[in-house]
């Protein structure tokens, strides 16, 4: 029972670091920041593009694609600090102050915007 126990314990470990492999803590945030998360083809992720810079041509955005590291790397601090589990994660992902979209469907405009007078 021991040895299961010590096997158990050296099997978590090892897949939180595979988890935590690649993810840099020093990632940071800024807070004024907003932070759009996307993937090519995505077609939720074009029509909140669309809409952002169509309502506002003038935000300062940076789109990040989920495809590169780098772009993982914020998109999981981004998750972190909201406490979105990470195997839900999905596009398009906005991150903006204290706020977040997660996906573009009914009512996502209205929350954007919200979001966004919260932000400014």
Known sequence: MKKFI??????CSLVLGLFTFGCDSSVHLDAKMVYFFTKPGCPYCEKAEDYIKQMHPNLSVEYKNVKENSARALMLACAEKFNL???????PLICMGDNYLLGWGDGASAKFEK??????
């Open 115 to 120: 979001a966004l007078k919260a932000l400014q």
């Open 6 to 11: 010590g096997i158990a314990l050296i099997g």
């Open 85 to 91: 589990p990470t195997n839900k994660l999905g596009t």
